[in-house]
Every structure is written in structure tokens, then in C-alpha cells.
């Protein structure tokens, strides 16, 4: 019988978080290295930026909103603004080399286009832009995201417009596999009425945060407020606040010495036993335990902090080319 393993399930995410990054607005684009996936798995979760993973050697599992993709050496997955999305990487090597680009094309090509990209070089701003794009298929998008990959790695003044020559050539060449799309809002209804709300827990989970304060930054009712938010998170603003307070605390367990009640002051917890509680019920663990496992294996900022773990079993991952 062949080994069973772990993949990403096609099932709606329990949890899902927003990550919002605020891109340098003179050069908006920069590069994650990938880290190994730790036994917790990762979060679901979506940026308010274009997220550009590139395979240039290993693998990885692909959940982008409940479609699978299985990305090996050259590929490269495009990921547009606020999809939900996760990965992990089934089995890890030191050899490994994934890296992740997050960027916003339109605001870093300004200065070769002052009046905005052309329509055909806007090709992502559709939610349906998720596209793995295999090394066969596109031969000359590796050796540019590669070569973009290495002028982000060492940045400096003058590799900026070559950057941008870059990025403009690759979306250039991608804008081929999209001649017919029809340009939409990449943002989904639901999610644009409650954004303000989730911009403003990312910045104040530690502090009392009420449903009727959230609901009067989107300037809608309570209960419409609560209505969209479920629509577009899978939960409640309570649950959400209380994931993005963990999500914030295993930050902290990860990459300081801080003291585990210190921590969970921080992260918006009123008591100790409320935090271990709440913890326990999303982590599996203790805070303790999660701290010493991060321990074994690094202790610089983590790229993408566990989280939801994954449900589902399979004897083999299917070679989807």
C-alpha cells in the first residue's frame, strides 16, 4: 500500500486572514524567500497586492479559493489581489528555491506609463487571473521571473528600472494567455463593504473592538455588516478578530523572548486562561510547545505563520500536467 500524505483540501477554509501589505509607494514590490512549512500547516488567507510565487526548484500545494494547483520546478502560480489562497510544500528539501514577489504593477510602471497601464497589461485585475503557468507551456516567463527574482535579492538604485523593464516584460508576455478576458474588479462585493472593517482590526486586534464600531467604518448596519462579513470570511467578526489575535501571538512566540503572558496582553487577550484557551482551541498546542517547535528549526521572522490545518488524506498527489 503507498504511504498516505498529507494534501490541501478543495473545502471551504474555517479561517481565513487578511495580510495587508503597505509596498514602498516610490518602488511597490519585493521579494519573500520561502521557508519550510511547519508541521502546523498554514493559513488561509489573501493580500491586498498580487502575490507571484516562482518554483525555480521544488514543489508545493496550491489551494487558490478551492482550486488545487501543484507547481514544480519552473513554474510559476499568479495569485491576483484578495484571492484566498494557501500552500505548503509536501516534502521539503534543503535544495529547495521558492520565492515569492508581491507587487502592484500599476503604481510601479507609473513612471513609464503616467497615465496608466493599458487595459491589456492589466490582464490580473480579474479574480478568475489565477493561472499556474508551467515552465513548457511559457519558456520565456522563467528566465524573466528568474532574473527578476535576482535584482530584488540585491536591491539598489540603479536595478530599479531594470526591474520595472522586467515586470513590464512579463506582463507583456502573459497578457498572451488572457486576449479575451473581460477587465472586472478584482475585489468580490462582499469583501469591498467590509474591507475598511478588516484594515482596521490588522492595525488594532489588541485593542476592545466591537461589531457596531467595525460595521460604522463600512457604513452599513450591524447586521448587514455581520451578513457580508460571514458571506465573504466563513465566520463571525468575533472569530476572525480572536485568529488574527493567535496569528499575532505566534508571530511574537516565534521571533521573541518575550514571556507567554506578556504576549498574550499583547496580542488582545484579557487573561492568561482566556489565551491558553483560545490557543489550544486553534492551534492544537500549547503556547509553550509552539514556541520550543519553532525553536528546532529557526528563529527569524517566519514568511507564512501556521495555522488551519489541513483535513484531508490521499494515498498519491495526482501529476496534474
Known amino acids: 500500500m503507498a504511504a498516505k500524505r498529507r494534501l490541501l483540501s478543495s473545502n471551504p477554509p474555517k479561517t481565513i486572514i487578511y495580510r495587508e501589505y503597505h509596498l514602498n509607494p516610490d518602488f511597490p514590490v519585493f521579494l519573500m524567500p520561502a521557508q519550510p512549512d511547519s508541521p502546523l500547516k498554514l493559513s488561509f488567507h489573501f493580500h491586498n ?9 521544488g514543489a508545493a500545494e496550491c489551494n487558490i479559493e478551492g482550486k488545487l494547483y501543484f507547481c514544480k520546478d519552473g513554474d510559476t502560480l499568479l495569485i491576483p489581489p484578495f484571492c484566498t489562497h494557501t500552500s505548503r510544500i509536501p516534502t521539503p528539501s534543503p535544495d529547495d528555491e521558492i520565492y515569492y ?3 502592484d504593477p500599476e503604481r510601479l510602471l507609473q ?3 503616467p497615465y496608466g497601464l493599458s487595459s491589456a497589461l492589466c490582464w490580473y485585475r480579474s479574480h478568475t487571473a489565477t493561472s499556474l503557468f508551467c515552465a513548457k507551456d511559457f519558456p520565456a516567463l522563467a528566465p524573466l521571473v ?3 527574482v535576482k535584482e530584488l535579492a540585491r536591491p539598489c538604485e540603479s536595478s530599479r528600472l531594470l526591474v520595472r523593464g522586467l515586470v513590464q516584460a512579463m506582463l507583456t508576455d502573459l497578457s498572451r494567455a488572457f486576449p479575451a478576458m ?11 463593504k467590509i474591507l475598511p472593517a478588516l484594515e482596521f482590526i ?10 457596531d464600531h467595525l460595521a460604522s467604518l463600512c457604513y452599513i448596519s450591524r447586521e448587514h455588516f455581520r451578513k457580508e462579513f460571514v458571506k465573504a470570511l466563513h465566520q463571525t467578526p468575533s472569530q476572525y478578530i480572536k485568529a488574527v489575535r493567535i496569528q499575532k501571538a505566534c508571530g511574537l512566540l ?9 504576549i498574550a496582553l499583547l496580542s488582545g487577550f484579557g487573561s492568561l486562561s482566556s489565551f491558553y484557551d483560545t490557543f489550544r482551541a486553534h492551534m492544537r498546542t500549547t503556547p509553550g510547545n509552539f514556541r520550543n517547535s519553532q525553536r528546532l528549526y529557526q528563529k527569524k521572522d517566519l514568511n507564512h505563520l501556521p495555522y488551519t490545518p489541513f483535513d484531508q488524506e490521499i494515498s498519491h498527489v495526482p501529476d496534474k500536467r
Open 49 to 57: 497586492c498580487i502575490e507571484l510565487a516562482y518554483y525555480r526548484h
Open 146 to 148: 528568474s532574473r527578476l
Open 111 to 113: 513612471p513609464f506609463y
Open 202 to 211: 490588522n492595525h488594532s486586534y489588541a485593542a476592545e473592538v466591537s461589531t
Open 254 to 262: 516565534a521571533e521573541t523572548e518575550d514571556s507567554i503572558t506578556d
Open 182 to 192: 473581460e477587465q472586472t474588479a478584482v475585489v468580490p462585493s462582499s469583501m469591498e
Open 101 to 103: 514577489i508581491y507587487m
